[in-house]
């Protein structure tokens, strides 16, 4: 949360089953159930309106978005007793892009057992164990990528946008998150990087603590504060 | 030439492998012939030339060919125009000597070369495939009234097989080049003599079968104006090697009016591949020992009994054990079945063993023809099957492909299907064949992952789901007139495909429509040394495609056949 991200939470839950073409017994089932996430993009509170030169951030500057993308992996489920689930029984990197409305909701696939939950985490971007170049080889993950040299694996994030400049011209931004370089010398000549800065980080949201009975379906509304990537913990000036 | 000593319906099992070679045979005096042979098919603008010359006399005889063929892109019934491109070339070459008297010595080599294979319905084309099978034999026959035959055989191939995306529009995203080299030698042993009344059947072979491959992607990103490429190269195969050595027998006699068949087979089996490649999950093994062995019993026995006049029952039963082949234990991430994903081998898998029951009726009448009729069940247990596994363990690396699939090993599944055929007599001038077969085919406990709006979501079981990749019902009629002492003949073919609505729900196989298509052919021989042949396929232009037809991989795009085709062959022999 020290990143300049802020997330919140709210909690619905349903009751409901899933269906099921039984025709023999099965073996005796844990106690479980299912859990929704779905993310929203704000700015000032309010929904996310793209292509609009309507926001103005901390350091003054008028902008707008044209696109929001980034990958959140690792979702941990942190349980009372002291145990945990992390999602990854079917994926445990998910893609989420504000213009693919189907990203924007995670059917977590796991079945997390019955009990209470303290809270839940997530890894904003990829862990440096599983961000590899070229695990995705299709659209629209591969848009992604980020170059080996740089130190491979996927971008974290991209929000890209334009601003207008003290001159008065609207200019475009690339707002771009992924693993980072450290360089000899001056400069940024890529012959010079000596080492990489892994900038992925975990988010533990807040208030998320929560209890879940056996077969019910929980959904989690997540939120993502745009601005607050321009001014937490630093005020961003997109002139300088 | 054919390496067919125990042969079990539905799928391949060892000693059936096929090597095709040209074989050269003695003339008993000395002469030359020759073929020329060019043909042209509209549509997709085919090519087919070849040339032969074979001669030789009763002890040194020899017979070499050579030729191209090329087609293009073709228009489907419905008008719709798939990008195509086939061009191979070829020659082979083969010489006999009769060493003495029915003691045959053979040497044959074949080189088959294609370039610039387009697949519509790949995401990636056949850049170069170069083939080369070369082989030796040794038969002598008659040699005495108990052994009467032996046969020592080896062969070697090779194939150099390059794939790429270069061509496709996804190439502007990430181009990929996968490179393959095989080998395959073996060779076998067979001898027959005579027992009493019993004919015995033996020997042993072997095959060895190596393969290295490697997958190139590179991948060009701009970033702040500066253009970067990341370049990765994975092994598709890793020096794998798969060796089978085997020894059979079988055993023909006759009790009665009874005839009597039983053969016995045993496979010692083994793969090693030289991976690096390592993928343990969650305390799953899915890629990890390497090794495996096998030692495999197959057997078979069966009875055919004359039952009145020209009317003979024949029943046979079982057991087909066929080892993994080396694709199935160590491919990594390519799409090489009939559906959207990338495979991934299964060093640990266990052989296919298939019990099998056969029953046919045949039926011969001089004047009316041959009818064959004969059905079969089998339980295969260990059938090997794909099996989706999730994102979260492996991604696709082939553009387009929707998921990872990893061949494993199903408990049970059961077979069953039948076949009917018709042939007229031969000395009739008018004459008629038909066909008819299906197979069905069940899994009795197959997972179906659930997909809600993009994903999956959760499992359940399908029980007795169809098996996936089983063609339909379907037949074939097909009549023909000899007018002018065989030298015109016309023929008219129909083709009935049933719709296949015999799907996997676990697989989410999708139905097939069914279809009919109709050709028509006339050949001509003016003389001895020309003849002229040219009809008409999918004479109606039909739209259709076939049940194991892929979909265009990246798309829900099923791959039609050509639409109407005429062709003309002209050939003449000397």
């Known amino acids: 949360m020290n990143r300049g991200l802020a997330f919140f939470i709210v909690i619905f839950m349903f009751a409901g089953g899933v269906s099921c073409n039984k025709k023999k017994e099965d073996p005796p089932r844990i106690p479980a159930g299912n859990v929704i996430f779905a993310f929203h993009h704000l700015v000032d509170g309010e929904p996310l309106h793209k292509n609009e030169l309507i ?10 978005i044209t696109e929001v993308k980034y990958f959140i992996s690792d979702i941990t489920f942190y349980k009372s007793d002291g145990s945990r689930k992390v999602v990854q029984d079917w994926k445990d990197i998910f893609y989420i892009d504000d213009d693919i409305p189907e990203t924007k909701t995670i059917r977590v696939f796991d079945q997390i057992p019955a009990g209470e939950y303290d809270s839940i985490s997530f890894v904003f971007g990829i862990s440096e164990e599983k961000n590899q170049s070229f695990i995705y080889v299709n659209p629209p993950e591969v848009f992604m990528a980020w170059p080996t040299v740089l130190g491979g694996g996927y971008h974290y994030m991209m929000i890209n946008g334009k601003w207008k400049d003290s001159t008065g011209l609207t200019m475009p931004f690339d707002f771009h998150m992924g693993i980072g370089q450290l360089y000899k010398g001056e400069g ?10 892994q900038n992925w980080f975990i988010v533990n949201l807040p208030g998320s603590g929560f209890s879940l009975k056996d077969q019910d379906t929980l959904s989690f509304q997540i939120a993502m504060n745009i601005e607050s ?8 000036d997109h002139n300088y | 030439m054919t390496l067919v000593i125990f042969f079990v319906r539905n799928r391949t099992y060892p000693g059936s492998e096929r090597v095709e070679s040209p074989q050269p045979e003695p003339y008993l005096q000395p002469a030359i012939h020759g073929k020329i042979l060019y ?15 074979a001669g030789g006399n009763r002890n040194f005889y020899f017979r070499a060919s050579g030729g191209f063929k090329g087609y293009g892109s073709y228009t489907a019934g419905n008008k719709e125009l798939f990008n195509t491109s086939f061009r191979k070339s070829y020659v082979t070459a083969a ?81 990929a080049i996968t490179i393959v ?24 072979d072997f095959e060895h079968i190596y393969k290295d491959g490697q997958k190139k992607m590179t991948m060009k990103m701009i970033m702040s104006g500066d253009t970067f490429t990341s370049v990765k190269y994975t092994n598709v195969f890793n020096q794998t090697e798969l060796n089978n050595a085997g020894i059979f027998g079988e055993l023909q006699s006759r009790f009665g009016n009874v005839d009597f068949t039983a053969a016995l087979r045993l496979d010692y089996n083994q793969a090693n591949s030289a991976d690096t490649f390592y993928l343990v999950k969650d305390d799953v093994a899915y890629f990890d020992k390497l090794n495996s062995d096998f030692l495999n019993l197959s057997f078979s026995a069966g009875v055919k009994k004359r039952l009145v006049s020209e009317f003979y029952l024949t029943a046979a039963l079982g057991l087909g054990t066929r080892s993994p082949s080396i694709l199935e234990r160590f491919i990594k991430l390519l799409p090489v079945q009939f559906d959207s994903y990338d495979y ?16 046919s009726l045949d039926y011969y009448l001089p004047n009316v023809g041959s009818f064959t009729v004969n059905g079969f069940f089998s339980l295969v247990h260990n059938y090997i099957l794909g099996k989706i596994i999730p994102p979260s363990v492996l991604k696709p690396s082939t553009q387009g492909v929707i998921g990872v699939k990893q061949f494993s090993n199903v408990d049970l599944v059961y077979l069953t299907g039948f076949e009917f055929s018709y042939t007229s007599p031969s000395q009739k001038r008018w004459g008629l064949m038909a066909t008819a077969a299906a ?51 016309p023929r008219f073919m129909v083709r009935l495909v049933n719709a296949q609505n015999r799907v996997s729900e676990a697989d989410e196989e999708e139905k097939t429509p069914g279809f009919v298509t109709a050709a028509f052919s006339l050949s001509y021989i003016p003389c001895n040394y020309f003849t002229i042949s040219a009809g008409v396929d999918n004479i109606l232009d039909n739209p259709y495609y076939e049940h194991l037809n892929r979909r265009i991989i990246g798309s829900e795009q099923r791959l039609y056949e050509p639409g109407r085709i005429f062709y003309i062959n002209l050939a003449i022999k000397f």
Not at chain 2, 126 to 141: F, I, M, P, R, W
Request: proline share 5%.
């Open chain 1, 55 to 64: 926001y103005t951030n901390a350091a003054a500057n008028d902008y707008l």
């Open chain 2, 95 to 175: 010489t006999g000597f009769q060493i003495k008297e029915k003691h045959r010595f053979t040497l044959s080599y074949a080189y088959n070369q294609g370039n610039d294979v387009q697949f519509p319905a790949l995401p990636m084309d056949e850049q170069l495939d170069k083939t080369q099978v070369a082989s030796v034999n040794y038969e002598v026959s008659g040699l005495g009234k108990i052994w009467n035959s032996l046969q020592v055989m080896g062969y070697f191939s090779s194939v150099h097989h390059a794939m790429d995306n270069y061509n496709r529009p996804v190439a502007s995203i990430m181009q």
């Open chain 1, 229 to 236: 990537w321009f001014e937490t913990p630093y005020i961003y």
């Open chain 2, 344 to 359: 991934l081998g299964n060093p640990q898998l266990k052989p296919e063993q298939n019990y099998q029951v056969d029953l």
């Open chain 1, 188 to 197: 940024y000549n890529t012959d010079s990087i000596y080492a990489f800065v």
């Open chain 2, 39 to 53: 043909g042209f098919e509209s549509n997709w603008n085919g090519q087919r030339e070849h040339l032969e010359l």
């Open chain 2, 181 to 204: 080299d095989a080998w395959d030698a073996g060779g076998k042993v067979v001898g027959s003599y005579l027992a009493g009344d019993c004919k015995i059947l033996t020997g042993l």
């Open chain 2, 439 to 489: 197979t069905f085919g069940t899994n009795p406990d197959a997972v179906k992952y659930l997909v809600s709006e993009g994903e999956v979501v959760g499992e359940e079981t399908v029980y007795n789901d169809p098996l996936p990749e089983i063609p339909p019902l379907e037949g074939s009629i097909q009549f023909s007139y000899k007018f002018f002492k065989k030298r015109l003949v």
